[in-house]
């Protein structure tokens, strides 16, 4: 519940696959909370050149806030905000949408990274 979440960090460690989703939550201020966690290991993804699947290393720190209920932006707050509606932080959920934000990203295999764009 986050109306639980205090100045004291709320650790958590989570793993999906091969990823390790790791680091804490704390009140930040009015409905604001700071989430910041380490996200780390590998994941498969296919190669946006060849499709072929390859292993992609993921080391990213991720730093957002979460607003239970509606955030009415005034300029004031410079990370990205999740609005919460039910006054629960699913972190595992939270996890599932940095990886799928990684995977939509562009990436090329190994193979593909040596060969000049122009080359296919």
């Known amino acids: ?12 460690d989570l793993k999906s696959d091969e990823i390790t989703f790791k680091g804490y939550l ?3 201020g009015g ?4 989430l910041k966690a380490k996200l780390g290991g590998s994941l498969e993804k296919p190669c946006d050149i060849c499709a072929k ?12 806030f979460i ?3 509606l955030f009415e932006d005034d300029g004031s707050i410079e990370l ?4 919460s509606f039910d ?7 939270l996890l599932h949408s940095e990886i799928e934000l990684i995977r939509s990203d ?15």
Request: with cysteine; glycine share 4%.
């Open 1 to 12: 519940m986050l109306r639980k979440v205090t100045k004291t960090p709320l650790d958590f």
């Open 26 to 28: 704390e009140y930040h």
């Open 31 to 34: 409905k604001l909370i700071l």
């Open 53 to 64: 699947d390859f292993k992609l290393s993921v080391d990213e720190d991720v730093e957002f």
């Open 67 to 69: 607003s239970d209920g």
């Open 80 to 83: 990205d905000v999740v609005e």
């Open 87 to 93: 006054g629960f932080a699913n972190i595992d959920e």
């Open 106 to 120: 562009y990436h090329r295999c190994d193979s593909c990274e040596d060969k000049d764009e122009f080359e296919f």
